[in-house]
């Protein structure tokens, strides 16, 4: 500290060169110190096989084409196969009956898939009161080839013998839902149970407001008929939005 005293009389300057030695010595210190081990870098196992996801066209997809680093293309890949499984299937649906026009016949068997398709979408866990549309089954969830199905020489035969015109066939189809479209069903459900939630409840503020408003008119000669209308009309809004 004499020394120190002697370099730097004032004060300050002292505590300043004691800082600057003391840096001085710890940067001394820290050169001779011993570098850190490198991490050892992860080695690629070159054995096992990539994954292959499904593309929206039904090929596969290879990993090593995303762009990234290889575990985020493996996980990549893996989220895309996960996400395009079926979580819904109904195979081999078929028309009611038999018609004339493919068209009409496709429109049957659509109906008797949506029939089916609600009473999957119920058992699923929360379950899903849906009721698609049948252009939105047509579009996006049937699956193939729509094939016709022609009747068999019995079938003709009884054709025939009722009257009809033999000159007609069923159709098949395939309806599958990916986790993705049943997920988009459950949110359209919850909107949907919101608008109602708001259409009734703002059936029940009218039908109160017109109720006050006309017994006042009235000068309460009619409250009982006016709160049995108000009351009819909240349960034919609450039906109609319900059905």
């Not at 049957?108 to 549309?133: F, G, N, S, Y």
Request: charged letters at 25%; glycine letters at 6%; one cysteine or more.
């Amino acid at each position: 500290m004499k020394e120190v005293a002697v370099m730097f009389p004032n004060r300050t300057a002292r505590v300043l060169g004691c800082l600057a030695l003391a840096c001085l010595a710890f940067g001394l210190t820290g050169c001779h110190a011993k570098p850190r081990p490198a991490k050892p870098k992860p080695v690629a196992n070159e054995q096992a096989p990539s994954p292959k996801a499904v593309g929206e066209d039904g090929k596969a997809v290879d990993p090593e084409s995303v762009v990234g680093p290889p575990v985020l293309r493996e996980k990549i890949a893996a989220a895309r196969t996960v996400g395009l499984q079926p979580a819904v299937r109904l195979p081999a649906i078929r028309s009611s009956k038999p018609h004339t026009s493919k068209e009409a016949a496709l429109t049957d068997a659509l109906t008797v898939a949506r029939t089916e398709l609600m009473k999957q979408l119920d058992q699923l866990d929360p379950p899903i009161h849906a009721r698609p549309w049948l252009v939105k089954m047509k579009t996006e969830y049937v699956k193939g080839e729509v094939r016709p199905v022609p009747p068999t020489d019995e079938e003709k035969t009884a054709i025939k013998a009722n009257g009809l015109n033999p000159n007609v066939y069923w159709v098949e189809i395939d309806l599958e839902l990916t986790e993705d479209q049943v997920q988009q069903l459950r949110s359209t459900e919850r909107v949907t149970d919101a608008f109602r939630g708001g259409a009734i409840l703002f059936a029940f503020l009218a039908a109160i407001y017109g109720f006050l408003r006309l017994d006042q008119w009235t000068k309460g000669y009619l409250t009982m008929w006016l709160g049995l209308a108000a009351g009819l009309a909240v349960g034919g809004v609450a039906m109609l939005v319900l059905a």
